[in-house]
């Protein structure tokens, strides 16, 4: 889909769908976004304190702060970091993933990571933190 289709919310099994062309196999629920770690206790605070450390490679902006982590699942020293990217061709894609995993590794009481890459619900503005939006202007970038 470019990204002139319009795109219009509707409901699809209970679940909010942001373009009504495409099926999604899973999804986040957007009133549960920007996943910012605030609410985390234990490992999971703990991985999300490691990714604020990882910054988008195009701007000095940290992941978390721009919208992209959409949640953190630790469970038996293995974390789950949900992620999405501003754009389905991102150039940066591999790098980005390999570096979140990474920064979920160094967290106290994880002992292997994984990121699962999702496009659901597309990521936007509204997704981006306060404190990246402030990032954001400082970098130069109109918000």
């Known amino acids: 889909m470019s990204k002139d ?6 409901e699809v099994d209970g679940a909010p769908s942001y373009c009504v062309y495409t099926d999604y196999e899973h999804g986040v ?8 770690g605030a609410e985390s206790e234990g490992v999971e605070a703990d991985v999300f304190e490691e990714l ?10 940290s992941v978390v702060d721009l919208g992209l ?27 980005l993933q390999e570096d979140v995993r990474q920064a979920a590794e160094r967290a106290e009481g994880v ?13 936007n503005l509204e997704m981006v933190t306060d404190a990246g939006k402030d ?9």
């Not at 629920?29 to 910012?36: E, I, M, N, Q, S």
């Not at 002992?111 to 990521?123: I, K, N, Q, Y």
């Not at 990032?135 to 918000?143: A, K, Q, T, Y």
């Open 135 to 143: 990032d954001l202007r400082e970098f130069g970038v109109s918000v």
């Open 52 to 61: 604020r450390a990882v910054e988008d490679p195009e701007m000095p902006i």
């Open 5 to 10: 289709t319009p795109q219009e919310e509707v």
């Open 29 to 36: 629920d957007v009133d549960d976004l920007p996943a910012t």
């Open 69 to 95: 982590i959409y949640g953190v699942d630790v469970a038996d020293g293995h974390a789950t970091v949900t992620m999405t990217l501003t754009y389905t061709g991102c150039p940066a894609r591999d790098y």
């Open 111 to 123: 002992d292997t990571a994984e990121v699962e890459l999702v496009w659901s619900p597309e990521w």
